[in-house]
Structures are given as C-alpha cells and as structure tokens.
C-alpha cells in the first residue's frame, strides 16, 4: 500500500492531517497535499451517524405512516407535543459531533437546538441524560425518523406562520438531507394545537394562528402543560 493509501485509509477512519502525519511518521507538509488530494477525487459524504435518539413517548397524538416502522417505546409517555432528538455523527475516530432539537410537533416547530458541538463518549452520555433529563427516558431511533420529526415539523409549523428557532439553522445539518415528504401528519390529532411555554408570547403565538386560520380550526389551552 503506498502511502496515498495509507493517507485515504486514516482519513476515512476521520484522523486529522497532524494525526495520519505523526501515525505515519512523516511530516505535516508531506501528509497535507495528499489529504486534499483524496478530498477532491469525489463530493464529501455525509459523516456517519453513531447515535440518534428521541424521547419515549414522541408519537403522542401523531399519525405516524405504519409502513415505516417506527415504534414508540412508551406511546403514553409523552410531554404535550415537545419532543426531544438528540443526533451525533463522527467527527474524528474519537469524538462525535452532536446536536439536539426541541420540536413541538403541534404547532411551533422547532422551539430551541443546542449545537453543533463536538463531545467525546463520556461527555456524550451525560449531555444525553441530562438532554432528556424531563423525559421517561429515550430510545435509539432511525436518523430518517429525527428528520421527519424535526425538519417535517418546522414544515408544518411554516403553513401556521412560524419560522423555526435561531439557533436551528447552525445545527440542523447534523440531521443531513430532508427530501421534504414528511410521513408524519402533525398535530395533536391531525389538528394545531398550541399550549404556552415558559418562553413563549402567547399573544402573539394565537395572534399568528388566526391569520391563517378560524378558530374552529385550532385549539389552545392558555397554561402551559
């Protein structure tokens, strides 16, 4: 193996150029040209997901596609339509990068993300306990299910008037591609339905709701759960 090879076969296990330099024993200046070598033979892949979760309990008043076949651990455990995705994908052979999202899937879409930061296992486990710290706890769930639970509720949360939390943006490309053909009718029971946070303006909120809909198309508490 010559050692462009050995060169492609370090990066693909996600070693930065200083690292594949000093495994190979061979200068930095020597390792750089090579690395962007092999980045420009083909389009960057997508990095590879080693874990994704949501909270039990996120199908609560969801319909869900049956064909997709995705399970709720505990289908009754659910916060009131808020619902917790937490992704991370390889950063370098030892760390993840890792973002979470907090989408309420009956009406606002996605209300907060925390992300993209870059964690080791260890911290990785405790930023997920404490993640889904006001949950009945979470599972492992498919990344084609966090994207249609996040990007298909801003979808959702869009035709009511509501844009997504300011800092969605910077995380949302750790969830990867959304073809944007959600297999999730949102809604509490196919219909918006909004109940106050701590941060919310409720005011406002029902405001939005009423240029584009009746009030006979909406329902709303005006407590939070």
């Keep these: ?35 962007r070598a092999i980045a420009s033979e083909a389009p960057a892949a997508e990095p590879e997901v080693v874990g994704c979760w949501v909270n039990v309990g996120w199908s609560a008043g969801l319909t869900v596609d049956p064909a997709r076949g995705w399970v709720d651990e505990a289908p009754g455990a659910g916060l009131g339509g808020l619902v917790c995705v937490l992704v991370a994908r390889r950063h370098t052979w030892d760390r993840m990068t890792v973002a979470g999202f907090l989408a309420d899937v009956y009406c606002l879409g996605a209300k907060n993300a925390i992300g993209p930061d870059v964690l080791d296992d260890r911290d990785l486990r405790r930023f997920r306990q404490y993640f889904f710290g006001e949950y009945a706890g979470f599972q492992e769930a498919p990344i084609e299910l966090a994207r249609n639970l996040v990007f298909g509720s801003v979808d959702y949360a869009r035709t009511l008037g509501f844009e997504p939390h300011e800092d969605f943006a910077p995380a949302a490309d750790v969830l990867g591609k959304w073809e944007g053909d959600a297999a999730i009718t949102f809604g509490r029971d196919g219909r918006p339905f909004y ?31």
């Design 1 to 35: 193996m010559d050692l462009k090879d050995r060169v492609r076969e370090l990066r693909a296990e996600g070693r930065s150029p200083k690292e594949i330099a000093k495994a190979l024993k061979v200068s930095p200046s020597v390792v750089a040209p090579l690395v």
């Design 195 to 225: 109940a106050p946070g701590p941060d919310d303006d409720p005011a406002r909120v029902l405001r939005t709701l009423r240029r584009t809909l009746s009030d006979e198309d909406f329902d709303y508490v005006t407590e939070g759960p």
